[in-house]
């Protein structure tokens, strides 16, 4: 069974910083893209970053040049920095992986919530 485990989350003033990381366990061969995505109250989950194997990452257009995605391939991690927050960024952030075990998962962690203070 693949889990996957968020951490980072809490409260922020706007302007500030915050890392979120998310880390898998269980029999894994290989992840494939690794993704964050967001939702914030009322609104339906919207994709924030992903990163791919070879290291391309893609960006909502409302986060770019703020956040930067990245991965520990041996860790099976994916971070989340965050950088000049701002108050529209308070969400629950998911992480998401494509794991590839004995056959091939999509994987979500529980959710972080972020929240930015103005």
């Known amino acids: 069974q693949v889990q996957l485990v968020e951490s980072g989350g809490g409260l922020v003033q706007a302007g500030g910083s915050l890392r979120l990381s998310c880390a898998a366990s269980?029999?894994?061969?290989?992840?494939?893209?690794m993704g964050w995505f967001r939702q914030a109250p009322g609104k339906q989950r919207e994709l924030v970053a992903t990163i791919t194997r070879r290291d391309t990452a893609t960006y909502a257009d409302s986060v770019k040049d703020r956040f930067t995605i990245s991965r520990d391939n041996a860790k099976k991690i994916v971070y989340l920095q965050m950088n000049s927050v701002k108050p529209e960024d308070t969400a629950v952030y998911y992480c998401?992986?494509?794991?590839?075990?004995?056959?091939?998962?999509?994987?979500w962690g529980q959710g972080t919530l972020v929240t930015v203070s103005a």
């Open positions: 269980g029999s894994i061969a290989s992840i494939n893209t």
């Open positions: 998401n992986m494509e794991v590839v075990t004995s056959r091939y998962l999509e994987v």
